[in-house]
């Protein structure tokens, strides 16, 4: 049987083990399994534009449980499919900021069975893009520092979505009149039992990590799961919220029960050109470019982050089977939106697995069959804290920094874009927006400087869209 692993997957060939594989898999999953909690509370409480909420919910939580198990399922198959056919260390789940902006900007205007119609669109005409070989036309387009900075972006990125979601650091609420947007801890200070369990998780991890411990990834959530427990058990901690700064940030750390039956009742809940009708061709239209340019270089930034951080990519950047990757993910917005838990993506803590030692998609097989294991073990998945899982994201992140030394930074042709690249990825909390802002930043001094003809004119086009991308607003109060 490892033979066969072997020779399918290329485990040796890769510089892995089997055993490295399936640490990396389920490190993974416990990385990203909070999605199986976050997307329920980010679509499950905001009501369509006809007062009904997603799964046939009545707004007291009696719907999330459907989106959950909807959620895990689309992730559990999709990764396990870009596992077997890509060949490559990649998890897919409901993208944050997607569910989101479906939920906030579409479903508020229309029903969430057109929104989710959207999504499917989207999906198709992003397939149709790498179908047509433009997706990867315009991948291979990119010049390689700027591949590089958008590697070092999302590493930066990551961290501080582990810090965040850890509550280490915290936006400062608008009524405290200061002009600084964050903040270390709750209140300007290390406050809470939660934030203590997170720093002994990411100092457990550094401590394994330097060590060179094997597992030291998985070993330190574990562990710092147990720890979690433990404190939950003598402290009744609850979940943070305005009135309960000190409690856990999104899973409480106590087991309610082994197994539930999944219910299903999302799936199918779509309506493919009802937005068009509930709310316009041209917004309809708009919506839908938006959500693409947002799927369509988020992948391309996760997969060439994932690709670089487990040397998998070639000289150019380019990571192995990069169409098959690209035709795995543009299914995945489809399946999403057809499923109605929104449009499913890659997805950036894949790194975390990476870190573990992960190389090939037998790494996606078992984190796709921890996903679908999770619609039946829901509690055990929930026990699991955030504060335990994130640690691996600032170790992650680390490791992905290291790679800003392959920048040119005495060349201002590409440090300013690069730059920009990088730091906008955190400051935004956006990898589209930091590709964006590098494009048109790398395409402006080229014009500037007299250099057109060193433009590739994929990324004139690339360029033009962002500009839109940017202008959407108005645009689309413009045009509507």
Same mark, same amino acid.
């Given at each position: 049987?490892?033979r066969v692993?072997d020779s399918y997957?290329?485990?040796?060939q890769?510089g892995s083990?089997?055993g490295?594989?399936?640490r990396?898999?389920?490190?993974?999953?416990?990385?990203?399994?909070?999605?199986?909690?976050?997307n329920?509370?980010?679509?499950?409480?905001?009501p369509?534009?006809?007062g009904?909420?997603l799964g +046939?919910?009545?707004?007291?939580?009696?719907?999330?449980?459907?989106?959950?198990?909807?959620?895990?399922?689309?992730a559990?198959?999709?990764?396990?499919?870009?596992g077997?056919?890509?060949?490559?260390?990649?998890?897919?789940?409901?993208?944050l900021g997607?569910?989101?902006f479906?939920?906030v900007?579409?479903?508020?205007?229309?029903?969430?069975?057109?929104?989710?119609?959207?999504?499917?669109?989207e999906?198709?005409?992003?397939?149709?893009?790498v179908?047509t070989?433009?997706?990867t036309?315009?991948f291979?387009a990119?010049? +390689?520092?700027?591949k590089?900075?958008?590697?070092?972006?999302?590493?930066?990125?990551?961290?501080?979505?582990g810090?965040?979601d850890a509550?280490?650091v915290?936006?400062?609420p608008d009524a405290?009149?200061?002009?600084v947007?964050?903040?270390?801890?709750?209140?300007?200070?290390?406050?809470g039992?939660?934030?203590l369990v997170f720093?002994?998780?990411?100092?457990l991890l550094?401590?394994?990590?330097?060590r060179?411990?094997?597992g030291a990834?998985l070993?330190a959530i574990l562990?710092?799961?147990?720890?979690a427990?433990?404190?939950?058990a003598?402290?009744?901690?609850?979940r943070?919220?305005?009135?309960?700064?000190g409690?856990w940030?999104?899973?409480?750390?106590?087991?309610? +029960?082994?197994?539930d039956?999944?219910?299903?009742?999302?799936?199918g809940?779509f309506?493919?050109?009802g937005a068009?009708?509930?709310?316009?061709?041209?917004?309809?239209?708009l919506?839908?470019?938006s959500?693409?340019l947002a799927?369509?270089?988020?992948?391309?930034?996760?997969?060439?982050?994932i690709?670089?951080?487990?040397?998998?990519n070639?000289?150019?950047g380019?990571?192995?089977?990069?169409e098959?990757?690209l035709?795995?993910?543009?299914?995945?917005a489809i399946a999403?939106?057809?499923?109605?838990?929104s449009?499913?993506?890659?997805?950036v803590?894949s790194?975390?697995?990476?870190?573990?030692?992960?190389?090939?998609g037998?790494a996606s097989?078992?984190?796709?069959?921890?996903f679908?294991?999770?619609?039946?073990?829901?509690?055990?998945?929930?026990?699991?804290?955030s504060?335990?899982?994130?640690?691996a994201?600032?170790?992650? +992140?680390f490791?992905?920094m290291?790679?800003?030394?392959?920048i040119a930074w005495?060349?201002?042709?590409?440090a300013?874009?690069a730059?920009?690249?990088?730091v906008?990825?955190p400051f935004?909390?956006?990898?589209?927006v930091?590709?964006?802002?590098g494009?048109?930043?790398?395409?402006l001094?080229?014009v500037?400087l007299?250099?057109t003809?060193e433009?590739h004119p994929?990324?004139?086009v690339?360029g033009l869209l962002?500009?839109?991308?940017?202008?959407?607003?108005p645009?689309t109060?413009?045009?509507?």
């Amino acid at each position: 049987m490892t033979r066969v692993l072997d020779s399918y997957f290329q485990i040796g060939q890769r510089g892995s083990t089997v055993g490295q594989e399936v640490r990396g898999g389920v490190v993974t999953f416990l990385t990203m399994s909070y999605i199986i909690v976050l997307n329920p509370l980010i679509l499950g409480y905001i009501p369509d534009s006809e007062g009904a909420f997603l799964g +046939g919910g009545s707004g007291d939580g009696s719907n999330l449980p459907a989106i959950a198990a909807g959620t895990a399922l689309v992730a559990g198959l999709l990764t396990i499919l870009m596992g077997s056919v890509a060949n490559f260390p990649l998890a897919l789940a409901t993208g944050l900021g997607l569910n989101a902006f479906v939920a906030v900007a579409i479903a508020s205007q229309s029903t969430w069975a057109d929104a989710m119609g959207l999504v499917v669109l989207e999906g198709i005409a992003i397939l149709i893009l790498v179908l047509t070989g433009f997706r990867t036309a315009v991948f291979h387009a990119v010049p +390689g520092q700027l591949k590089v900075a958008i590697s070092v972006g999302i590493g930066l990125f990551i961290a501080l979505i582990g810090f965040v979601d850890a509550g280490f650091v915290s936006r400062i609420p608008d009524a405290a009149g200061t002009s600084v947007p964050v903040q270390l801890g709750q209140t300007g200070q290390l406050s809470g039992w939660p934030v203590l369990v997170f720093a002994f998780g990411l100092l457990l991890l550094i401590a394994l990590w330097v060590r060179k411990v094997r597992g030291a990834i998985l070993l330190a959530i574990l562990g710092t799961t147990i720890v979690a427990v433990v404190v939950d058990a003598i402290l009744d901690l609850g979940r943070r919220g305005a009135d309960n700064p000190g409690g856990w940030a999104l899973s409480v750390p106590h087991l309610d +029960g082994f197994v539930d039956v999944p219910d299903f009742g999302t799936l199918g809940e779509f309506s493919l050109f009802g937005a068009f009708e509930s709310i316009g061709v041209i917004a309809a239209l708009l919506l839908i470019f938006s959500l693409m340019l947002a799927d369509f270089f988020d992948t391309m930034g996760t997969m060439t982050a994932i690709g670089a951080e487990a040397g998998l990519n070639d000289e150019e950047g380019i990571p192995p089977h990069t169409e098959r990757i690209l035709v795995v993910d543009s299914i995945a917005a489809i399946a999403g939106g057809a499923a109605g838990v929104s449009s499913n993506t890659s997805y950036v803590e894949s790194a975390s697995g990476v870190g573990e030692g992960a190389r090939t998609g037998l790494a996606s097989i078992v984190t796709g069959l921890l996903f679908l294991l999770a619609t039946f073990f829901t509690p055990l998945v929930r026990m699991i804290p955030s504060e335990a899982a994130v640690p691996a994201l600032v170790l992650v +992140g680390f490791l992905m920094m290291q790679q800003v030394t392959e920048i040119a930074w005495s060349d201002v042709e590409i440090a300013i874009p690069a730059f920009l690249t990088i730091v906008l990825m955190p400051f935004t909390y956006s990898i589209s927006v930091g590709i964006g802002a590098g494009f048109l930043a790398f395409l402006l001094i080229k014009v500037v400087l007299g250099k057109t003809r060193e433009i590739h004119p994929l990324m004139a086009v690339v360029g033009l869209l962002f500009v839109v991308y940017f202008a959407i607003d108005p645009l689309t109060d413009w045009l509507t």
